[in-house]
């Protein structure tokens, strides 16, 4: 995992990033968007870290989370990204007569050279964290994750786009996944 751009600061949130494996589109699957979800959902419960928010776009996610230690940024992102990449990959290996799911596992092929015993790839292997010191960069960046979806004309306002805490924040709705207010 990667080394923070800036030190870690108990108590402080985290905004991170990262991609799918060459920026395949992925996740414009709805079945793929909610394996996500839900384990996001479960990852958070499992390292004891407060969600803040997040956003699932066709080839990457942002999260805002405040970790409870150093180590459980590292620990939520490998855990969600393990285990969506078995999901994932598993299914679109079991459902290759679909051409969208074909292109898709093509695109995550491993170079030869590159393979040991896996052949694909979901994710890149390095995700970035940002430290955010204040309740301005928090709001600042809770908005740029739910315009994420707007800026790339995947919907033309937040509440369209399912994949975010919008929902939670402007309809007071958590039934895909509760957000941790902090403030």
Partial sequence: MPSPRFPYIP??????????????????????????????????????????????????????????SAEATSRIIQRLKSRTATSILKEL???????????????????PAVHDESHHRLWQRRFYPYGIYSEKKQLEKLDYMHHNPVARRL???????????????????????AMDRVG
């Fill in 11 to 68: 108590g402080e949130l985290q905004f991170i990033t990262s991609s799918v494996y060459r920026r395949a589109p992925l996740f414009r699957s709805e079945r793929f968007c909610r394996c996500f979800a839900d384990t996001l959902a479960e990852a958070r419960k499992a390292t004891g870290s407060l969600l803040i928010g997040w956003v699932l776009m066709p080839d990457h996610f942002h999260l805002l989370l405040k970790p409870e």
């Fill in 93 to 111: 290996r079991e459902n290759q007569d679909r051409k969208w799911r074909r292109k898709m596992l093509a695109r995550l092929a491993l170079p």
């Fill in 155 to 177: 919907v033309s306002s937040p509440g369209e786009w399912s994949w975010s805490s919008w929902r939670f924040y402007f309809l007071e709705d958590s039934t895909l996944i």
